[in-house]
């Protein structure tokens, strides 16, 4: 069965702190794996990382893929409070277009 | 342009009612997918379509649950004889083509009491 873990399920950080957010998955004919940032409801995207590009940065936020280790993480410098949030790993397979989720980190950002 | 809209944003509604959760995608967009979230958990699968035709229903936990797409745009979720175990937020996403960039809505939160 197609499975995505993440760790850890909750996190508590001041600002300026550095965080890593971790992901892993066991899924049939990966495809991309994507992070998503969730407050309140609509996750809204991040990165999406592939076999083409396994490494991705935007601002103070960057993420890796590793294919061997069927893994990846989510690297948050200087954190801030706007930074509090839900973070959700998801992996597409070549079977359509479903995303398998996983837990989500619950990060918080104290001032 | 307009983002993915759901509506209602909440619904409240007794164990045994029938419900309906709609979703309107992104101007354009073909593919069209349904999420359940559950309290702490991430978003679970339920059924994407494809135009009007779904394409994969596998995530649908039970007969209760059904969802159309008649004109490959608006979606309907439409869950009978509701249950206090169906209260979750109900995520909707769309994108251009089937495998591409999913967009998702606000959700619509339902609790059966």
């Known amino acids: 069965e197609d499975k995505v873990v993440q760790s850890p399920l909750s996190l508590v950080v001041h600002e300026g702190d550095t965080v890593t957010l971790n992901c892993s998955y066991e899924?049939?004919?990966?495809?991309?794996l994507l992070w998503y940032k969730q407050e309140k409801k609509a996750p809204t995207f991040l990165f999406m990382l592939t076999s083409s590009g396994i490494e991705k940065k935007s601002g103070r936020l960057s993420s890796i893929l590793d294919k061997k280790e069927l893994s990846s993480i989510l690297n948050i410098t200087a954190t801030q409070t706007g930074d509090s949030a839900i973070y959700l790993c998801?992996?597409?397979?070549?079977?359509?277009?479903?995303?398998?989720f996983g837990q989500g980190t619950e990060l918080s950002v104290k001032p | 342009g307009a983002g993915v809209s759901q509506t209602p944003s909440n619904k409240v509604t007794e164990k045994g009612k029938y419900v309906e959760l709609r979703c309107d995608p992104i101007?354009?967009?073909?593919?069209l997918y349904w999420y359940r979230q559950s309290l702490g958990q991430g978003p679970e699968f339920l059924i994407y379509?494809?135009?009007?035709?779904?394409?994969?229903d596998s995530g649908l936990p039970n007969d209760r649950f059904f969802a159309v797409r008649p004109e490959g745009s608006v979606s309907t979720l439409k869950i009978q004889r509701t249950e206090r175990g169906d209260s979750a937020v109900y995520l909707c996403a769309s994108s251009l083509v089937l495998g591409g960039m999913q967009y998702f809505g606000p959700g619509t939160r339902l609790t059966v009491l």
């Open positions: 379509f494809q135009g009007t035709g779904a394409a994969d």
């Open positions: 101007s354009g967009h073909t593919a």
């Open positions: 899924v049939t004919n990966f495809r991309s």
């Open positions: 998801a992996v597409a397979s070549d079977q359509g277009g479903k995303l398998i």
